[in-house]
């Protein structure tokens, strides 16, 4: 089953902590993308990549981390840096790079909360 | 700048009724593409339709149709007979050709659909 696993589901963190969210895609996409959900603020973009070891920041990034060491995985690092954490992130792809007809494919999110 | 505006915040139906979710936008490109996705309780995202700024023919899904409107700048949603399983956050999303970035799909704010039993 092809698909974008996001792990793990929930996650909880210090204050001062680092943590990360992992994203993986086995759908063989180029481009992938975080995205920070709040109440009744729809998707904002965090970062986004179009290929392996570039990446881009999008209208969110401060406070914010990410790599693209290999096409498959594109692991989100919420930093100390970052106040207000507390939020739903989604991870997605789409086959193709910079390409506006691009659907994009999510996973099923992780939930982070401040201890 | 593109944009997405979903007026909409949250719609309560009751089983079996009509229901239309509202999306206007504003983009400076003249090709363009616009989507809807819906996010259930579990959270994850799915994909429904993808129209594309040339392509204004409606498009009907099952008890889904979609009506875009170029003169009115509005891609709405249409679901006949709503049903429980239909309550979700529905999603409207834009994305350009022009160069900067545009490509990067921008989404409303959501609406958020209860349908009662």
């Known amino acids: 089953d092809g698909g974008i696993t996001q792990s793990p589901k929930y996650l909880f963190r210090k204050e001062g902590q680092n943590v990360t969210l992992s994203c993986e895609q086995n759908?063989?996409?180029?481009?992938m993308y975080w995205y920070r959900q709040d109440p009744g603020q729809g998707l904002r973009l965090i970062y986004y990549s179009q290929i392996v070891n570039d990446f881009q920041k999008g209208d969110i990034a401060e406070g914010y981390s990410v790599s693209r060491e290999k096409k498959e995985s594109f692991p989100l690092t919420v930093t100390s840096a970052q106040k207000n954490p507390t939020a739903f992130y989604l991870c997605?792809?789409?086959?193709?790079?910079?390409?506006?007809?691009?659907?994009?494919?999510f996973g099923a999110g992780t939930r982070l909360s401040v201890l | 700048a593109q944009k997405v505006t979903q007026a909409q915040t949250e719609i309560s139906v009751v089983e079996k009724e009509d229901v239309t979710l509202d999306c206007v936008y504003e983009t400076r490109d003249t090709t363009y593409y616009l989507f809807w996705y819906k996010q259930p309780p579990s959270g994850e995202l799915v994909f429904l339709i993808r129209?594309?700024?040339?392509?204004?023919q409606n498009e009907i899904s099952g008890r889904y149709s979609w009506n875009f409107q170029k003169s009115t700048s509005s891609f709405n949603f249409t679901i006949t007979a709503s049903q429980v399983v239909d309550s979700a956050v529905y999603f409207c999303?834009?994305?350009?050709?022009?160069?900067?970035?545009?490509?990067?799909?921008?989404f409303g704010r959501g609406t958020s659909l209860i349908v009662h039993p």
């Open positions: 129209r594309n700024s040339f392509d204004e």
């Open positions: 999303a834009l994305s350009g050709t022009a160069s900067g970035g545009s490509y990067i799909p921008t």
């Open positions: 759908l063989n996409h180029d481009a």
């Open positions: 997605a792809s789409s086959r193709d790079r910079a390409v506006a007809k691009n659907i994009q494919y």
